[in-house]
């Protein structure tokens, strides 16, 4: 079993930054990589961003680059995303994800074993 906790949700103006941190605790060395994903209020969750523990490959979303930036520390079993010129449209549940498995495919959450519970976005205009 892998534990995920997010932290580093709140409250921001347009413009601002909020920075998450994902710390995983458990079997970490089961995990190939990690992501992030969002859900909207009356939508779907989606993919944010993605990276592998051992050599960093990193993969977003066309809606956030640029704009966002997952980082790991693999010391401290944590995973961030760094969130600058946020909008609106990003407010959200924003969650991590671990994926166990290599392989093709990193934006469909079927692919993540274990997830947290959720950290809440809220950007105002």
């Known amino acids: 079993q ?3 906790v997010e932290s580093g949700g709140g409250l ?3 413009g601002g930054s909020l920075r998450l941190s994902c710390a995983a605790s458990g079997r970490t060395f089961s995990s ?3 992501g992030w994903f969002r859900q909207a209020p009356g ?3 989606a993919f944010v961003a993605y990276i592998t523990w051992t050599v960093g490959t990193t993969y977003y979303a066309d809606s956030v680059k640029g704009r ?3 980082s790991r520390d693999n010391a401290k079993n944590t995973v961030y995303l760094q969130m600058n010129s946020l909008k609106p449209e990003d407010t959200a549940v924003y ?3 671990a994926k166990t498995a290599q392989g ?4 469909s959450e079927e692919l993540y074993d274990y997830w947290g519970q959720g ?3 809220t950007v105002s205009s």
Do not use: H, P, S
């Not at 093709?104 to 934006?107: A, Q």
């Open 95 to 97: 969650y991590c994800a």
């Open 68 to 70: 966002f930036t997952i």
């Open 104 to 107: 093709i495919g990193v934006t």
């Open 119 to 121: 950290t809440q976005v």
């Open 32 to 34: 190939y990589a990690m």
């Open 43 to 45: 939508k779907e969750r």
């Open 12 to 14: 921001v103006q347009a």
């Open 2 to 4: 892998v534990r995920l």
